[in-house]
């Protein structure tokens, strides 16, 4: 609505709003003009079937005859008896008959919903659980990219021969211009894609050898949109943790920076319901709900996609001392353009293009990367 106001668009909303209204109107009283007129037609289909057999019926009895327009009718004369069993069958199953045709009227709406939704629920995943499925290493002592490509659609490529190994308990931070494939790079680690060419593997096993559920249980992931149900706080932080105690998700939350905020900002604390996506959050205390989740499933790598680029100075500070001690003894790769994110790099790796453009310390960087020495002037610029 603010938008709108600001773009002085208000007369072309309601416009647009009173043309989908109108078409909307014109379809449901077509829908409703067909009902109206298929109830009276089939009362009058079936009141005439039944006036038919009654004269049909009587033509028989009164002319003891067994032949209507040369069609045999009957073996033997009708009786008047009989006639009358026969009205009275027909009109006991007529009302049954239309409720029938109510039930095929519904069966008709159910099949056209079905054409589109079967589609949908016969698409085979294109991620799957490996057939011979390896045991992931525990803990892995690298993670390697090896020559990965990967692309949406051939003619656009998105990653271009990424060959980078990355340390158990080694700290990458990636940066680089909006669309060089920085996400989609991450994204490669749970699998959520698996590369064109090349392999991701931990140690010497291939990602796409190892079962889903063990590798997504080794990656835990925040990212920048985030996601939480319309559930209780605790809940939230409890998911994908199954058998965890109240006690071990609030020193989760401890850790995070969250539980202050639960205790003292929501009126039911943890029982506190945060509504659909979390929308009676501030954006920072998702974020920390959402690492207070990642920390209770103590991943070995820890992706995080601008985690911190959404929320206030406050949130992000204490977000960033959380990291400080949870980075420890894990793997954590850290898409980010913030300065304060890039201090608790080990390494930092610039991207363009779906390329590498360079990796190295910060002070490395400066010296010799001009993309890196650009990105960071335009950083320190915004900060300022």
């Known amino acids: 609505m603010q938008t709108v106001k600001a773009f002085t668009m208000e ?27 298929s109830k009276p037609a089939i009362e009058i289909l079936g009141m005439g079937m039944i006036f038919v057999a009654l004269t049909s019926g009587a033509y028989l009895v009164l002319n003891r005859e067994l032949y209507i327009l040369g069609i045999k009718m009957c073996d033997r004369p009708l009786s008047i008896e009989a006639l009358f069993c026969f009205y009275g069958m027909l009109v006991g199953a007529s009302d049954p008959a239309r409720r029938l045709s109510n039930v095929l009227n519904g069966i008709q709406g159910g099949i056209a919903a079905a054409d589109r939704i079967f589609p949908l629920l016969d698409r085979k995943p294109k991620i799957t659980n490996p057939a011979n499925p390896r045991p992931a290493p525990r803990p892995h002592r690298q993670l390697v990219f090896d020559h990965v490509s990967f692309h949406y659609t051939p003619d656009q490529p998105v990653l271009r021969d990424i060959d980078l190994t990355v340390d158990f308990g080694e700290t990458l931070c990636i940066v680089g211009p909006n669309g060089c494939g920085k996400t989609t790079l991450a994204n490669l680690l749970p699998r959520f894609h698996d590369p064109v060419e090349g392999s991701v593997r931990l140690d010497d096993v291939d990602l796409r050898e190892v079962r889903l559920r063990e590798l997504r249980r080794l990656v835990g992931v925040v990212t920048q949109q985030t996601l939480l149900f319309d ?33 003292e ?10 509504g659909p996506g979390g929308n009676r959050l501030s954006g920072g205390q998702r974020q920390r ?4 989740r990642v920390i209770l499933r103590d991943p070995e790598i820890l992706v995080l996609d601008e985690a911190t680029s959404q929320i206030d100075i406050e949130s992000e500070q204490l977000i960033h001392r959380a990291l400080e001690n949870f980075v420890c003894d894990r793997t954590a790769i850290v898409i980010t353009h913030r300065l304060s994110t890039l201090k608790l790099a080990d390494r930092i ?16 960087l400066t010296q010799r990367c001009n993309l890196y020495r650009r990105l960071h002037e335009i950083q320190f610029r915004q900060s300022a």
């Not at 943790?241 to 920076?257: D, N």
């Not at 900002?265 to 945060?274: F, N, R």
């Open 11 to 37: 007369q072309y909303e309601r416009g647009r709003f009173r043309r989908v209204s109108r078409e909307c109107l014109r379809k449901a009283m077509r829908i409703v003009l067909y009902n109206s007129l």
């Open 231 to 263: 559930d209780t706080a605790l809940n939230n932080i409890r998911y994908g943790s199954t058998g965890v105690s109240r006690e071990e998700a609030i020193a989760a939350a401890k850790k995070a920076h969250a539980h202050r905020f639960i205790e």
């Open 265 to 274: 900002k929501l009126e039911d604390g943890y029982e506190t319901i945060v």
């Open 289 to 292: 709900i959402a690492l207070a």
């Open 349 to 364: 790796l610039v991207m363009e293009a779906g390329r590498i453009v360079d990796v190295g310390t910060h002070d490395e």
